[in-house]
T-cell receptor, first 116, second 112 residues
Framework: DTAVSQTPKYLVTQMGNDKSIKCEQN?????MYWYKQDSKKFLKIMFS???????INETVPNRFSPKSPDKAHLNLHINSLELGDSAVYFC???????????????FGEGSRLTVL | DAKTTQPNSMESNEEEPVHLPCNHS???????IHWYRQLPSQGPEYVIH???SNVNNRMASLAIAEDRKSSTLILHRATLRDAAVYYC?????????????FGQGTTLQVKP
């Protein structure tokens, strides 16, 4: 079983559309994240939720809205898509929010979004 | 968060050891040193982390300098599957946000 699974894996859409990427983890973790990897391959955190509560919001445009129906799911909804939103989006989870001493984030395989 | 510096790329031969360096001269006393790697077309994968002492696990070893201003990730026998981007990341021990700041990493090429 995949620990952190994202759907869809590929998404091609037109500018101005609204789309969602879903993420589920079956590890029983309390904390989930969304990271964005742009064309230059830099990975940056966007959001983090701990037990359905938003704990990190990295000045992401408000067209991006994460939604956590329960602690095993963190979905990313994007309104009014722009060309610059094209990237690979990674979902991740960790046992708790104190990554420094527990160490490990588990990442999904990524969802490649292409905006035309 | 303290900054890390890694070489852009390194090459290795298959079945030979690989030493991937990381400089972190501004590390604070509570910063943990984490290593992740990203295989092509996959998400990042945790490799190892440590604070002061050297660490070993099934994937790799982490050697931390006595002054903690540098560290080295050691792959004991590189395989073709180890070709990836390796990221050295510092995380504050007092931090509670779980945020990892990824730099450019080191792209490791493994030659057969």
């Amino acid at each position: 079983d995949t620990a952190v699974s994202q759907t869809p894996k590929y998404l091609v859409t037109q500018m101005g559309n609204d789309k969602s990427i879903k993420c589920e983890q079956n590890l029983g973790h309390d904390t989930m994240y969304w990271y964005k990897q742009d064309s230059k391959k830099f990975l940056k955190i966007m959001f983090s939720y701990n037990n359905k509560e938003l704990i990190i919001n990295e000045t992401v445009p408000n067209r991006f809205s994460p939604k956590s129906p329960d602690k095993a799911h963190l979905n990313l909804h994007i309104n009014s898509l722009e060309l610059g939103d094209s990237a690979v989006y990674f979902c991740a989870s960790s046992q708790d929010k104190k990554v420094a001493n527990t160490g490990e984030l588990f990442f999904g395989e990524g969802s490649r979004l292409t905006v035309l | 968060d303290a900054k890390t510096t890694q070489p852009n790329s390194m090459e290795s031969n298959e079945e030979e050891p690989v030493h991937l360096p990381c400089n972190h001269s501004t590390i604070s006393g509570t910063d943990y040193i984490h290593w992740y790697r990203q295989l092509p077309s996959q998400g990042p994968e945790y490799v190892i982390h440590g604070l002061t002492s050297n660490v070993n696990n099934r994937m790799a070893s982490l050697a931390i300098a006595e002054d903690r201003k540098s560290s080295t990730l050691i792959l004991h026998r590189a395989t073709l599957r180890d070709a990836a981007v390796y990221y050295c990341i510092l995380r504050g021990g007092s931090g509670n946000t779980g945020k990892l700041i990824f730099g450019q990493g080191t792209t490791l090429q493994v030659k057969p």
